[in-house]
């Protein structure tokens, strides 16, 4: 079967002050349709440049230099950004994005930024035959207090009419998804929805989401820097180091049997949450300048001079999982 | 330091405006040495007097026949001091006043930031004409007017960072470790304080140039025969539109020069400002 | 929301006393003699001090200031020395005028600074933003008066297309005075060809009182959108899928524009009073030309009053200004 | 590089605004509509209110000129005192009863009639208010005094005898009191009405509604004025009057017909562009306004005759008035306007003549002047001609040696300080206009002692001889009689050299070319509308 999402050698540079800095050197991923897939690394290895280059926003001076993004047996490097805000966001792929109360415009209701998305990307907002102007809005709220009610947030019907600063934290994270949910995508990416909250909170979410995936069809494409969480959620898995897949494959099959070097040093850290990285020595190279063999090879504790000799390629474990590591190749 | 300046090097209009104001700044100091005729500082030569720019006299001459081009070499001296001492002043009554009101509180805070609302409410004008009517005008009256109203500008920006900063926890725990006040006011809350201050002080540099030559507009500021700026632009409106050269070449001087320090200013604040520093 | 603008009310009045303990001293210490300058230049020095006496001028200090405040409390504010008039009459004639030409200036900047300033904002550091800033800056540090010079020699002089001085042409008919606004007076009475030709009459004052307004309006939106830019919403608004331009003129504007709007407060203060120069070069019959001609012939009643008027106008637009925050900003209004 | 290329260069941006100046110089402008065939837009200034008995100066003389009426009139240029509202006076030979005979079929704005009491109640008015104009009365004349002898007889009875009575006539307006009376506000003589409002019976009437203290004034025709029309078969039906403050608004308002005449203090060097233009020149009169330095002759080195003469040689009268001034005055070297009698013909001023100046320091620095003290000249910084002459003074000064400061003034902060000697400046400028065409105007209020305190006499200059003099011409009736005595006087001062009288002015005013029939008049400038037709 056909992949929902599939990134290739995706490699992407930003021009900053110091000089060109390689933020994704060569990244892969699939996710199948029905599927949570998790994608794990560090802070600044890259995960948000990865999202922000699905979606097409990527910042100022940043450039794809080799690639593709594969959604729906479409090229969405080949969008325009027109095409992309028409065709795919909202509409196609949802977005869960990290910190609820930053992610909200603080000067407008709730309903009206929910609104305003369904407005241009809902299924009935280019049906011509369709409902039109007060009557599909009217449809539109109704479709909004429904989601809100599955989403267990309270007095769903007065909500939208509420501003973001007047729900607790976890309730804003179940109106974001709502709000993801409200176009009926395809693909939902969510960036660490669950960092800003606090244990409690962060379990009941997942476990909304476990529940979504199955009720709404949905792919989600889960984007976390802790183990703890992928391992609760996910189907499958996607370890990231300084901008390269370094492994890839079902969730169960890596956890029970990691196989790069890294994925090791990372669950043995802290196998059950893996929130910090300060076990592994030495630190992660700059995207400046990145030495020309393995990333890991400067930290890892089987390094061999073959490492630095040049990229490693992508090899298959025993474990069924890709990485890319000399000793699969 | 040099971090700033390597910032502002890639800002194309800051480094305009530091260009400018570091070219305003040697005439004001050179400026006796590069005009043509210094002595049109005072003399007048009745024998040429309004005459277009020519070769001579690039800037042509005024109502006494004194070269304009040097009049205008010199005024950058009565300028830059002007708004050097304006700005100054403003900021040794506004800043300390910000301090108190911002790391003290209570009834202190509240009646100076009470008296501060009061100056920022008198008309700027009103009071510079009062001040000159009350002195005879001069650049004195001038400046002291300027800077008797300008000071709450300081006052209130240091107030809402010092509230900011005092609130820290950074402060907290420097009290924790039993430290004076005085101690972490001036070494510690003052100089995270002072780079908002700086920009608006460039930018306040410009704006007291600009409000000074109103005032010789109104023939409140220098007197005679100063070669200022804006007591020239005055002068001249007596002979417009037909000797409009007199008008618009210390016209030009204070156009380049508020620019400059606003231009720098902006840039500065762009990089200081810590909620856009991290876009760039 | 009542009990906000009333709370806010009833802490102006302290400072509008202070401001006019500050003036009414200020005023005094003026060398120049009120009852000299009631009497006129061809006066004997009898005739000055009969005067004196008539107008409590011999009394302390303190005295004078008692009257004078329980005087203004009950809105008299006394009789210009030298037009002879009482003083709220003139202000009350004059005030619509300015008013009418400090309401369109700002008009002119909020709505060419807002949208430059967006532009500029979005383009940080591109050609279009350095552009911006340039002008912007040349708008503040412009010479207005040799602005205004220019407008009027092209647009009166050398294309004929609007009038070069005064409020109204001499030969129109003036409406009957109503709100004292001419333009509203003239639609009030019907009068269309009033109405276009005091228009026309306001188009080059404005221009020439909005550039510094305009310029201040530029770098404060494009601060606050560079500011609003880096928040986070905005790139969840993009990746939802908002259209650019809602984004950037409804969502993101609405956030970027409280500086902008505090800095209009502090404008419009600061405009009544710098409209001197443009009343002056267009003959603008409003309270800047008042006002210096008070101060030219050092009329205090009239200098104190115009003090107390710009300081109230000063204190209305900052109320007003804070509502428009808490419009802007829920959780402000909240906070009140 | 020739000079204009680098001027276009350099200018950049602002050839544009050289290019349109030129054009304009050049007169090939659009002529605007803003005036009718009937309108006027005067460019004349308006006086602090339109109240007559409480305002007198320049600006009021040309509004009253056509609002009010008086009893004689000055017309005519050099002036001569006529006939107007009373065809002829009579006065007893010791000068003290004088009577006034009204025409018949005078009429007031509102129609009622003017009698004899109406001229009472204005004298009174004036007296009981005893503001400006009432300045040449107050001391000579009791309110009780003034009487109606029958219905067209008015009668004066001065407490001493005062030549310049009837000099002074012309400047109070005769008011009429039945639209006074009922706008009479406690005891206030209708003061606080009457300065936004007209009660004459003047050519031309004031339209309340278009008036706004120093900016505007309409005033349109009264058909009905006692003179009648007959004179004038088109004449200006609507006056209206826009003062305009600065030159170059005021300068291109003319050019492009929106002004019908601007003020009478154009700057020299815009006559020569406004008289290129199509549709405006430049009128040029004498008046009797003199412009003075003075100096304050109770401080030092002022007290030192050497002094004052080393200072009244070191200004350069005929740089000043032939280079600044474009030979648009007359040199004056009198304490008089050189067109009005009574200067000795033998007298003879000082010049321009650094040498003598020189001698003249080095022998006040002999009898111990302080001539190296810093003196002060103040000015009136808004008026740009007092401010170069002031400049020009100084760097003549500097070259003698002598330290002098400008220092920029106002005119109400200067009439202040000239209250007392030890306020008053070393020295000041200012110019003394025509209040009434008479020797007292000038020499008698400047220079007799009693004066001491008012600005006129701030000089603080006492030679009780001269005093003697100036009294005695005062009270002595016939011209004739009083001529040698100011002359005797006026040689004496001119000896003492208390002050620098530098020149007499000419009057410069811009007319649009469809104005015909303007009269000129040192009282008033050309101001009367009554004689004005407007061509096409």
């Known amino acids: 079967m056909m992949p929902v999402l599939s990134v290739r050698g995706l490699k992407v540079s930003i021009r900053t002050d110091e000089g060109m800095a390689e933020i994704l050197d060569d990244v892969g991923l699939e996710l199948e349709r029905g599927r949570i897939l998790g994608v794990v690394g560090e802070s600044g290895c890259g995960k948000s440049t990865l999202i922000r280059a699905i979606m097409g926003i990527l910042p100022r001076g940043a450039t794809i230099d080799r690639g593709e993004v594969w959604f729906e047996g479409e090229n969405l490097l080949a969008f325009s950004e027109a095409e992309l805000n028409d065709q795919v966001r909202s509409s196609r792929i949802g977005f869960i994005p990290q910190d609820p109360l930053l992610a909200l415009n603080p000067v407008f209701k709730v309903g009206t930024q929910m609104l305003e998305v369904m407005r241009w990307h809902a299924p009935d907002a280019k049906d011509p035959t369709g409902p039109r102007g007060g009557a599909r809005r009217k449809a539109h709220v109704a479709r909004l207090v429904g989601l809100l009610r599955r989403m267990q947030v309270p007095d769903p019907e007065t909500a939208l009419e509420r501003y973001p600063h007047q729900f607790s934290g976890g309730q804003r994270q179940r109106l974001l998804i709502a709000a993801a949910l409200a176009c009926a995508p395809g693909l939902v990416i969510a960036d660490e929805p669950t960092t800003a909250l606090d244990v409690t909170t962060q379990h009941q979410i997942l476990l909304l989401l476990r529940e979504l995936v199955a009720e709404f069809g949905i792919s989600l494409m889960f984007v976390t820097h802790d183990f703890g969480v992928v391992a609760e959620l996910c189907d499958d898995l996607c370890v990231i180091y300084a901008g390269q897949t370094v492994e890839k494959g079902p969730v169960q099959a890596i956890l029970e049997a990691p196989s790069h070097p890294y994925t090791r040093a990372l669950l043995a850290c802290h196998p059950d949450r893996a929130t910090t990285f300060l076990g592994i020595p030495g630190s992660v190279p700059s995207p400046l300048a990145r030495p020309p063999g393995c990333l890991f090879a400067p930290r890892c504790t089987d390094a061999r001079t073959l490492c630095l000799a040049g990229r490693p390629p992508q090899g298959l474990a025993p474990s069924g999982a890709e990485v890319r590591c000399v000793q699969f190749a | 330091m040099i971090h700033i300046l390597r910032k502002l090097s890639r800002d194309l209009p800051a480094m305009l405006g530091l260009g400018i104001v570091l070219f305003v700044l040697v005439l004001a100091i050179l400026g006796p040495l590069l005009a043509p005729y210094p002595e049109d500082a005072a003399a007048s030569h009745l024998t040429r007097r309004l005459r277009p720019p020519s070769a001579a006299y690039p800037f042509g001459t005024d109502n006494l026949g004194r070269d304009i081009f040097s009049r205008v070499i010199l005024g950058a001296r009565g300028a830059l001091s002007i708004a050097l001492t304006v700005v100054s002043t403003a900021m040794l009554i506004g800043v300390p006043l910000g301090l108190i009101a911002g790391y003290r509180g209570g009834w202190v805070s509240e009646g100076i930031m009470r008296v501060t609302d009061v100056v920022l409410a008198i008309p700027q004008l009103v009071l510079a004409l009062a001040l000159a009517q009350l002195m005879s005008p001069s650049l004195e009256s001038a400046m002291l007017a300027l800077s008797l109203t300008y000071w709450p500008f300081f006052t209130r920006i240091v107030y809402a960072e010092t509230r900011r900063l005092s609130a820290s926890l950074f402060v907290d725990a420097l009290r924790g470790i039993g430290a004076g006040t005085s101690r972490i006011v001036f070494l510690h809350i003052l100089p995270n304080a002072l780079s908002p201050v700086i920009v608006r002080a460039t930018i306040g540099l410009g704006f007291t140039i600009l409000v000074a030559a109103v005032l010789g507009f109104l023939g409140m500021g220098a007197t005679p025969p100063a070669p200022d700026w804006g007591l020239a632009i005055a002068e001249s409106r007596t002979y417009l539109p037909r000797a409009w050269w007199y008008a618009t070449f210390p016209g030009l001087a204070i156009l380049i020069t508020v620019m400059g320090f606003n231009l720098l200013g902006d840039g500065l604040r762009d990089i200081v400002d810590p909620r856009i520093r991290r876009s760039r | 929301?009542?009990?906000?603008?009333?709370?806010?009310?009833?802490?102006?009045?302290?400072?509008?006393?202070?401001?006019?303990?500050?003036?009414?001293?200020?005023?005094?210490?003026?060398?120049?003699?009120?009852?000299?300058?009631?009497?006129?230049?061809?006066?004997?020095?009898?005739?000055?001090?009969?005067?004196?006496?008539?107008?409590?001028?011999?009394?302390?200090?303190?005295?004078?200031?008692?009257?004078?405040?329980?005087?203004?409390?009950?809105?008299?504010?006394?009789?210009?020395?030298?037009?002879?008039?009482?003083?709220?009459?003139?202000?009350?004639?004059?005030?619509?005028?300015?008013?009418?030409?400090?309401?369109?200036?700002?008009?002119?900047?909020?709505?060419?600074?807002?949208?430059?300033?967006?532009?500029?904002?979005?383009?940080?550091?591109?050609?279009?933003?350095?552009?911006?800033?340039?002008?912007?800056?040349?708008?503040?540090?412009?010479?207005?008066?040799?602005?205004?010079?220019?407008?009027?020699?092209?647009?009166?002089?050398?294309?004929?297309?609007?009038?070069?001085?005064?409020?109204?042409?001499?030969?129109?008919?003036?409406?009957?005075?109503?709100?004292?606004?001419?333009?509203?007076?003239?639609?009030?009475?019907?009068?269309?060809?009033?109405?276009?030709?005091?228009?026309?009459?306001?188009?080059?004052?404005?221009?020439?009182?909005?550039?510094?307004?305009?310029?201040?309006?530029?770098?404060?939106?494009?601060?606050?959108?560079?500011?609003?830019?880096?928040?986070?919403?905005?790139?969840?608004?993009?990746?939802?899928?908002?259209?650019?331009?809602?984004?950037?003129?409804?969502?993101?504007?609405?956030?970027?524009?409280?500086?902008?709007?505090?800095?209009?407060?502090?404008?419009?203060?600061?405009l009544i009073a710098g409209g001197v120069v443009v009343e002056a070069i267009f003959d603008w019959p409003g309270i800047g030309s008042y006002t210096v001609q008070a101060i030219l012939t050092g009329d205090r009643q009239v200098m104190l009053a115009v003090t107390l008027l710009v300081g109230t106008v000063y204190a209305v637009v900052n109320i007003l200004i804070d509502l428009v925050h808490g419009l802007l900003d829920p959780r402000l209004m909240e906070r009140a | 590089m020739s000079g204009p290329v680098l001027g276009r260069r350099k200018a950049g941006a602002l050839v544009a605004g050289a290019a349109i100046a030129g054009t304009v110089a050049a007169g090939t402008l659009r002529t605007a509509s803003a005036a009718d065939a009937s309108t006027f837009v005067s460019g004349f200034g308006l006086p602090a209110n339109l109240d007559p008995h409480q305002v007198y100066d320049v600006p009021m003389q040309a509004m009253m000129l056509n609002a009010y009426d008086n009893l004689y009139r000055y017309q005519n240029d050099p002036p001569q005192i006529v006939p107007w509202l009373a065809e002829s006076h009579t006065v007893t030979p010791d000068g003290l009863v004088w009577e006034f005979k009204l025409r018949s079929g005078i009429k007031f704005h509102d129609g009622s009639p003017m009698t004899s009491e109406d001229v009472v109640y204005s004298f009174r008015r004036m007296l009981a208010l005893g503001l400006a104009p009432a300045g040449a009365f107050l001391k000579i004349l009791k309110p009780e005094s003034v009487t109606a002898v029958d219905p067209l007889t008015v009668r004066f009875k001065l407490e001493t005898a005062y030549a310049p009575f009837f000099a002074a006539i012309p400047s109070i307006s005769i008011v009429n009191p039945r639209m006074i009376e009922p706008n009479v506000k406690s005891g206030d003589w209708g003061k606080s009405w009457l300065a936004s409002n007209g009660a004459g019976s003047g050519s031309y009437r004031i339209v309340p509604a278009g008036y706004r203290p120093l900016e505007y004034l309409d005033m349109e025709i009264f058909d009905d004025h006692f003179m009648g029309w007959a004179h004038n078969p088109k004449p200006v039906r609507k006056l209206a009057c826009r003062p305009t403050r600065e030159t170059s608004t005021r300068v291109l308002a003319l050019l492009n017909g929106s002004l019908d005449c601007t003020d009478n203090n154009l700057p020299a060097d815009q006559v020569a562009q406004i008289n290129a233009s199509k549709i405006a020149y430049v009128q040029k009169d004498m008046v009797m306004r003199i412009f003075i330095i003075r100096m304050n002759n109770t401080k030092p080195p002022f007290d030192n005759l050497n002094a004052r003469l080393c200072f009244a040689h070191a200004f350069n009268y005929m740089g000043f008035i032939n280079d600044i001034l474009g030979g648009y005055a007359t040199r004056d070297p009198y304490p008089m306007p050189d067109n009005l009698w009574g200067i000795p013909k033998d007298a003879k001023g000082y010049d321009y003549d650094l040498k003598k100046a020189k001698e003249y320091y080095a022998k006040a620095v002999a009898q111990g002047a302080p001539m190296k003290r810093p003196v002060e000249l103040h000015v009136q910084s808004e008026n740009e001609q007092s401010v170069q002459g002031a400049q020009l003074f100084q760097s003549d000064l500097a070259q003698i040696g002598i330290n002098m400061k400008v220092v920029g003034n106002i005119w109400s902060n200067l009439t202040a300080a000239a209250a007392k000697p030890d306020t008053t400046p070393d020295m000041w400028v200012h110019w003394v206009s025509t209040y009434f065409v008479d020797p007292e105007n000038w020499v008698g209020q400047m220079y007799d002692s009693q004066f001491h305190g008012t600005w006129k006499a701030s000089a603080y200059y006492k030679n009780p001889e001269v005093d003697t003099l100036l009294r005695k011409a005062r009270t002595t009736i016939k011209q004739e009689d009083r001529e040698p005595l100011y002359q005797e006087a006026i040689r004496k001062i001119m000896a003492d050299s208390p002050d620098i009288w530098v020149y007499n002015s000419m009057q410069l005013q811009g007319l649009n070319k469809r104005v015909k029939g303007r009269r000129f008049c040192t009282v008033g400038q050309g101001a009367e509308m009554r004689w004005i037709t407007l061509d096409g």
Request: hydrophobic share 55%; proline share 5%; with cysteine.
């Open chain 3, 1 to 270: 929301m009542l009990r906000f603008v009333l709370r806010r009310c009833i802490l102006v009045l302290p400072s509008l006393f202070g401001l006019l303990l500050v003036t009414f001293l200020l005023i005094r210490v003026v060398p120049s003699d009120p009852a000299m300058a009631l009497a006129g230049d061809a006066a004997t020095p009898e005739q000055i001090e009969r005067l004196r006496q008539q107008y409590g001028l011999d009394r302390p200090i303190w005295e004078q200031f008692a009257v004078y405040v329980g005087k203004v409390a009950t809105l008299d504010l006394g009789e210009s020395a030298f037009s002879r008039r009482p003083v709220a009459v003139d202000i009350a004639q004059r005030l619509p005028a300015t008013l009418a030409l400090t309401f369109c200036a700002l008009a002119i900047s909020v709505f060419v600074g807002v949208p430059l300033g967006v532009i500029a904002g979005l383009t940080h550091n591109a050609w279009p933003d350095y552009l911006l800033r340039v002008f912007s800056v040349l708008g503040i540090a412009v010479a207005a008066f040799w602005f205004a010079i220019m407008l009027q020699l092209l647009f009166s002089m050398e294309l004929g297309w609007l009038p070069l001085r005064g409020e109204l042409s001499p030969t129109m008919q003036r409406p009957p005075r109503v709100t004292g606004f001419m333009v509203v007076d003239a639609l009030i009475a019907g009068r269309f060809d009033v109405f276009t030709d005091a228009l026309r009459h306001l188009v080059l004052p404005a221009v020439t009182l909005s550039l510094g307004g305009l310029a201040t309006i530029v770098r404060f939106t494009r601060a606050g959108v560079l500011d609003t830019l880096q928040q986070d919403f905005v790139f969840y608004e993009r990746a939802m899928g908002y259209r650019r331009r809602r984004l950037v003129w409804i969502y993101v504007l609405r956030n970027s524009v409280t500086a902008t709007v505090t800095q209009i407060g502090l404008l419009f203060g600061g």
